[in-house]
Nanobody
């Protein structure tokens, strides 16, 4: 079992930066792949970034590539976001799935989810 708690969301202006945190707890965290997803009202939950627990490589959605960075320090996974745009406004979720596969973008593959943190970008 993995417990995930996101934090760091808030109100920002377009062009600003924000870093989200995901505090993970549980046993054998190294067997998990980690992902960040976001969901705007009336829209499907969308993949943002992913990485294995080791952080040996990272994977990003085309819509955010170059503006976000996923990383880990101890048991906290971060999502650094730069040059934020109004279309980045959403509830952001941290998620975990068992290690394996070649992609991180499938929502249905993730077994554990945090409660979400709201990010609002004003224009």
């Amino acid at each position: 079992q993995v417990q995930l708690v996101e934090s760091g969301g808030g109100l920002v202006q377009a062009g600003d930066s924000l870093t989200l945190s995901c505090a993970a707890s549980g046993r054998a965290l190294g067997i998990y792949d980690m992902g960040w997803f976001r969901q705007a009202p009336g829209k499907e939950r969308a993949f943002v970034a992913g990485m294995p627990w080791s952080g040996r490589y990272t994977y990003y959605a085309d819509s955010v590539k170059g503006r976000v960075t996923i990383s880990r320090d101890n048991a906290t996974v971060y999502l650094e976001m730069n040059t934020l745009k109004p279309e980045d406004t959403a509830v952001y979720y941290c998620a975990a799935k068992r290690l394996g596969g070649s992609r991180f973008s499938a929502t249905m593959d993730y077994d554990y989810w945090g409660q979400g943190t709201q990010v609002t970008v004003s224009s």
